[in-house]
């Protein structure tokens, strides 16, 4: 069955961390909730940019438009595997996500940022 959310109202997390509610409002005003696990609001997560892009790039009839989000600060930071560093990037409006790297990626990034040229990744077949 359909649900038609209007607004997100809020969310709760279980006193035990293992699952978020999110509770949002339907379009005739009704409260409604969704309870997912952890793993699972991981998986939402990291699906919803790919959604977002492939919405707003049927809407201009242009796959190569991106939903943008302003960078208002960024910080690296040692990861307990010494090999890592973790990347973490936040708006001004508290929306943040971090990421694990590589010391090498990070060193390309850097280069990448500091010379402005692209390296283009390498093409892997399965």
Same mark, same amino acid.
């Given at each position: !069955?359909? *649900?038609?959310?209007?607004? /997100? %109202?809020?969310? +709760? ?5 293992? %699952?978020?509610?999110?509770?949002? =409002?339907? =379009? ?6 969704? @309870? /997912?696990? =952890? #793993?699972?609001?991981? !998986? ?6 790919? /959604? ?9 009839? #242009? ?8 960078? #208002?600060?960024?910080? *690296?930071? $040692?990861?307990?595997?010494? %090999? /890592?560093?973790?990347? @973490?990037?936040?708006? +001004? #409006? ?8 590589? &010391? ?10 500091? +010379?402005? *040229? &692209?390296? $283009? ?6």
């Amino acid at each position: !069955m359909p *649900i038609d959310v209007r607004a /997100l %109202s809020g969310f +709760t997390i279980a006193s035990d961390g293992l %699952s978020v509610t999110l509770h949002v =409002v339907d =379009v005739g005003g009704s409260p409604l909730a969704l @309870t /997912l696990r =952890v #793993d699972e609001l991981g !998986m939402l997560a990291m699906t919803l940019p790919n /959604l977002i892009n492939a919405a707003i790039g049927r809407q201009y009839s #242009d796959s190569s438009c991106r939903f943008t989000y302003p960078l #208002d600060s960024w910080m *690296i930071e $040692q990861a307990v595997d010494p %090999s /890592l560093v973790i990347l @973490t990037l936040r708006t +001004t #409006d508290g929306f943040g996500v971090s990421f694990s790297m590589p &010391r090498g990626k990070a060193e390309e990034m850097s280069e990448s940022i500091a +010379t402005g *040229i &692209r390296k $283009q990744p390498a093409m892997v077949t399965h």
